[in-house]
């Protein structure tokens, strides 16, 4: 991971959990710790679309991500606390939380936003579900095979493409104000 | 003319089959303006994006899947034919149903629940949901529903402002263009981005949304209004922030205004951002019950 940089382009193989809004609220704001060890762990930001086949048991239909900016503040617990080593989602993270990653040695995977169908043709397995009564905001522990292609958004060495790409776009809105007409 | 005994359960049934069909097969004018964006990528990163979305939209199409794991905010915009008798409170019990059968039957992910507690019921209804905006045209013997199933990521990114008129159309300009910028990455660009000129705030917001379900190719009828359409959606495009944020030369697919009068001391904008996809299906049904499917 070390080697990785903002840009490249990467699969995954192996167990990925699902996390969100709701599961993390309930970790570090309602202080519940987490069923199963993140300890090295990969982590996505998702809430997925499946059909429930038996009690526990779940087929997916459609697995994506969501935005990861809404749950931005609980990067440092999960790397800190938990020694997760991965987070997956769109749109990026904070600049602080880009820190977090170098200093902790952990690095953010780009899933294309919107483009579920492809990343769900890749999950072999939903092996388990956690805390069933958040559905469809559950803790799931996925299994992928070549999920992907991924790309390098945060890396270990203080690259964070998308905050990036922001900045120059914002820099780059003054002069097209500017050429506007505009104040 | 008065409607089938019939009719609000065909209502129902198409209701639940927009839901469905919406979220598998995206709008042949959206995705042509894809494969357009992504043949004018040079970069790397951005064409890998592009080349995935089409995937996507390919497996949605051919092997019958939900395209992206939002299943959204439903929202109807059913429009009644003024030839048309019928009861609005059946109707709106019909289209809701219609809603819960698609999220029960298919089954669909159920994105909707209580403001503060987040109970979610599993059925993507609750308070004032679904959503539906009623308008009416004369002449007309058919109701015509455009469904759009409004996906978060882009529904987060919406924004209003209450200007002063004396901050003019350039105080526009610029908060359009800060809000979008300021949205980056995070509304699954490109999008469409609705913008809603006039009215009250409420009217504003709502007209913001209304422009995002325009067709592709298409301009306000005002040409001052379709005049500053392409100076933003130029502008939008000249910033860099490409597919997923990740750097590129399409961010905007179209930027699409609706204008109302407001007060005289008003000058209220809003934005409305569509995600990528800007998945909708339009469902047109008769008196009679005989259904027409299409976007």
Known sequence: MRQLRVGDSVTLDGVVFGVRDANLIRVFDQKVAPPVDWRGAALLHTAPNVRQTGPGKFEALSVGTTTSMRM?????????DHGVRALLGKGGL??????????????????TGGAAALGTLQLEEIEKVFWEDLMPECIWQFRYKGFGPLTVGIDMHGGNLQLEVQQQAEQKTAEILRRMGVK | MDVADSFYSVVEGACRDLYIQSLKEIPPDIVAAIRAAAARETREVAKRIFSHYLQSIE??????MIVCQDTGIPIYWVDIGGDLRLDGARLTAAITRGTERATREH??????????????????????IPIIHFD?????????????????GSENMSFLKMLLPADGVNGIKK???EQVVGAGAKPCPPTIVGIGIGGSSDLCMTMAKKATIRPLGTTNPDPQMAALETELFEAINQTGIGPQGLGGNTTALAVNIESAWTHITCNPVAVNMQCWRAERRRAKVSAAGKVEFGF
Do not use: W
């Open chain 2, 59 to 64: 497996l949605g199409r051919s092997q019958n």
């Open chain 2, 175 to 177: 908060f359009v263009l």
């Open chain 1, 94 to 111: 904070s600049a602080r939380s880009g820190e977090l990653m170098a200093q902790y040695g952990a690095c953010y995977l780009s899933v």
């Open chain 1, 72 to 80: 931005d503040r609980f990067t440092e617990g999960l790397l800190r």
């Open chain 2, 107 to 128: 089954p669909l992910r159920s994105s909707i629940v209580s403001p503060i507690d987040r109970q979610n019921r599993q059925t993507s209804t609750g308070e004032r």
């Open chain 2, 136 to 152: 009416f045209t004369a002449g007309s013997a058919e109701l015509d529903i455009l469904f759009m199933p409004k996906g978060s």
